[in-house]
């Protein structure tokens, strides 16, 4: 692999300084196993931000935000410079903001409001009512009345909290079967087809300045459930139900972008409704070839040029950042490596392919040069970020190593002094091993080599005793962190 991290970008955006502070410990946090993602491969160039490029089209550049990973300098690098629009990834669903009836928690939707504001971007909000990640206490409730009445309470919360500061909302999400029939949530099955009316009029009440949305996955192509969602979307239209904006997350497989994809788009926007790409990425089997990333890359040049091709098509939004974040890997098995930029914030291909899709142009700084690593492992000064989310007897470590010296490192190895009580279970992208209390942790042959200012991110799972804390003294090739 390339020794420069090619997302280190040498300039943030025109007028605003790239932050770069690092959190010793961000609690709570959640980690998506990583593996050899993607073969070595050129550097790809380096071009203005995404932002930019799509600001003269009109259109918005969007990724799902998890606000723990704002801490990673290499994250936190990317988000601020490439995004006009932050949705949060999971901070506004419903088992996030009200876990039990009538109490909110705000602390992370509030963190991604924040950002989207201190970054001059749009704030989309994700979602009020859908069927995933609900709280027991509401799929329990069989009472029409008192289900409607906890749903309007929810929207009036969170949809009033966020009133001044969400553009738009999926106010319903994922409200179809494959088949086009409605999901039997509980909203549907208690409530009746009316529900999702009800919930939209409600969320204007809420939120009378936001666009209002539907979300759904697998209608990107005129299909069965694509056209079920275009059916309702007349229907409300003619009805005069409050409906804005149609979102099509795009979940896509690599090669597979649907023939009808702007068609249905342009169908949609016929009706008199905005459409978004919501939840962009490409998935594919892992390690990747270059010959999948080539593809991948063709992909996303053909989703952003379809939404270029609409009129009413708002943007693009990315389901991430990297592929050390992605949900993909925890949902399919041996798949993986679907975002634009890899677990080391390098550029892929399909970072590429979205710029020059936006005619983005070539940034004017240009990469800095990669150095030379030395020749074997180096005195190392380093930065190191360890997370972890815990349960009962167990957790996952993150671990984020940056290289803070001035030289590169062709091989690296951490070591650390697990608390008393864990133990290891597993790891991966390193060499992971456990002596006694010692956790030692050696670079794989696709990420040995880490250019000053780049960054390595690994992980493992542990068993616990009741002590769940991090290490607090870490080394890298014998150096002592910070």
């Given amino acids: 692999m390339p020794t420069q991290i090619e997302n280190v970008f040498p300039a943030s955006r025109t007028g605003r300084t790239t932050a770069w502070a690092v959190t010793a410990v961000v609690a709570g946090s959640t980690l998506v196993a990583t593996a050899a993602l993607a073969p070595a491969r050129a550097a790809e160039p380096i071009f203005e931000p995404w932002r930019d490029a799509a600001d003269r089209h009109g ?89 409607r009445t906890v749903m309007y309470d929810h929207i009036d919360a969170v949809a009033g909290r966020y009133a001044d500061q969400v553009d738009a909302w999926d106010v319903v999400n994922e409200l179809w079967e494959g088949d086009g029939s409605r999901r039997q949530s509980v909203f549907q099955r208690v409530l009746g087809d009316g529900y999702v009316a009800e919930a939209l009029t409600r969320a204007r009440q809420a939120a009378p300045g936001a666009d209002l949305c539907l979300n759904d996955y697998s209608t990107d192509a005129i299909n069965a459930k694509s056209t079920a969602m275009y059916d309702l979307v007349a229907d409300l239209l003619d009805d005069g139900v ?17 023939g009808t994809f702007q068609q249905n788009l342009q169908r949609f926007a016929d009706l008199g409704v905005d459409v978004r790409i919501t939840e962009l990425d490409v998935r594919m089997d892992v390690p990747a070839s270059a010959a999948d990333l080539q593809r991948q890359a063709a992909d996303y040049r053909a989703v952003v040029e379809a939404c270029l091709a609409v009129d009413r098509c708002t943007g693009v939004t990315v389901w991430g950042i990297d592929d050390g974040h992605s949900w993909v890997p925890d949902v399919f098995s ?48 380093c930065t190191v970020t360890w997370s972890h989310a815990a349960w009962g007897t167990g957790y996952t470590g993150s671990v984020t190593i940056t290289n803070s010296g001035a030289e590169a490192w062709s091989s690296w190895e951490l070591t650390t002094t697990l608390p008393g009580g864990q133990v290891l279970q597993q790891g991966w992208s390193a060499d992971w091993s456990q002596t006694g209390s010692t956790l030692t942790a050696s670079n794989a042959a696709w990420n040995a080599s880490v250019a000053p200012g780049g960054t390595v991110q690994i992980g493992y799972n542990a068993a616990h005793t009741g002590d769940t804390s991090v290490p607090t003294d870490v080394a890298v090739n014998g150096s002592p962190c910070h």
């Fill in 59 to 147: 259109v918005t550049t969007g990724f799902a935000l998890s606000p723990a990973h704002l801490g990673d300098p290499g994250y936190r690098a990317i988000a601020e410079r490439e995004f006009s629009l932050v949705v949060a990834e999971n901070a506004m669903k419903w088992d996030a903001t009200e876990p039990s009836r009538g109490t909110f928690t705000w602390g992370q939707a509030d963190q991604v409001a924040a950002f989207a504001e201190s970054n001059d971007a749009e704030l989309y909000g994700h979602t009020l009512v859908w069927h995933s990640q609900l709280p027991g206490w509401v799929e329990s409730i069989s009472d029409p009345d008192e289900l």
């Fill in 242 to 258: 409050p409906i804005d904006c149609v979102g099509f997350q795009s979940h896509l497989i690599v090669g597979q972008v649907p």
């Fill in 334 to 381: 041996g798949q993986g490596a679907a975002l634009p930029w890899d677990a080391q914030y390098q550029a892929k291909p399909a970072y590429t392919a979205v710029a020059e899709a936006l005619d983005a142009r070539p940034d004017d700084a240009g990469p800095t040069p990669s150095p030379t690593p030395t020749s074997g492992p180096v005195d190392a000064e």
